[in-house]
């Protein structure tokens, strides 16, 4: 049996010391994986003031957005022991986990903002601090939904994106696979997206926006098309690595082309 994938290249754009897992999951589908990381994570260090003001025990909440939250966060902040934990999503529970942190609250339904805060937990805050430890920048509907339920909600800043430098060699294996019809990128996020977009623009890539594009919810979806996406978007259910992986084999199982419906 042919392998769903392929023949196709699949443009991997995390972070470089992210990407092995999800393009090993590619590579065992049949694809190629193209390694083009548009973002360096980069941990914002953290002076004396701010580690006491962020000190997660003076919470009743601490919830962590991402897994780069989680690692940026521990390596400077006390664990949660009596501050109960939340996670946006379940590969940042997992990283939790791993590090002996118990999670009390994590999505049942999407991996995000709106996953979480459909929990019973987060439905009346009135009274309780909400420590939130993310990436500068980003989305602000948890910390707004959170106040607006009742929290006292601080915001603690542990780690920043930067756009990646371009790889010459790999922008020409990008423009290649685009030019065959071969090429299936993958994007976590609309800044992820927006970032591959300006490592190459339509003058060094024309057809980039015609590939297919993997993309974790609708709402990346509807950015990429904000975007001026022209190619298929097939739609994973989260970001995590096998939910995208799998997403994408569904998708091409019968050997449609990156253009189908």
């Known amino acids: 049996m042919t ?51 962020l ?26 022991s009596r501050s109960r934990v939340g996670a946006v999503g379940r590969a940042t529970a997992r990283a939790l986990e791993r590090h002996g942190v118990p999670v009390a609250a994590v999505p049942r339904t999407t991996s995000d903002s709106e996953g979480l805060l459909e929990l019973d937990c987060f439905a009346h805050l ?14 602000t509907l948890l910390r707004e939904e959170l106040a607006r339920r009742g929290a006292e909600v601080v915001l603690g800043d542990v780690y920043e994106r930067r756009r990646a430098a371009a790889d010459p060699a790999a922008m020409t294996a990008l423009r290649r696979a685009c030019d065959a019809g071969a090429a299936v990128v993958a994007a976590t996020s609309a800044e992820v997206l927006a970032a591959l977009l300006e490592l190459a623009p339509e003058g060094d890539c024309p057809r980039l926006k015609d590939a297919a594009l993997l993309v974790p919810g609708e709402r990346v979806a509807a950015a990429a098309r904000e975007l001026g996406w022209r190619g298929r ?21 019968g050997g449609s082309g990156p253009g189908a419906a």
């Open 126 to 139: 009135r009274g309780q601090r909400v420590l939130i430890l993310k990436g500068r920048g980003g989305r």
């Open 55 to 80: 000190a997660p025990d003076d919470f009743d909440w601490t919830i962590f957005t991402s897994t780069n939250a989680v690692e940026s966060s521990l390596a400077q902040l006390p664990r949660p």
């Open 3 to 53: 392998p769903p994938l392929a023949g196709r290249v699949v443009v991997v754009t995390r972070p470089a010391a992210q990407a092995t897992p999800f393009a090993a999951l590619v590579a065992a589908a049949g694809a190629e994986p193209l390694l083009v990381p548009t973002l360096e994570i980069v941990t914002v260090e953290l002076d004396a003031a701010a580690r006491s003001h």
């Open 233 to 253: 978007i097939v739609v994973a259910p989260s970001a995590e690595d096998a939910a995208m992986a799998e997403a994408l084999g569904r998708a091409f199982a």
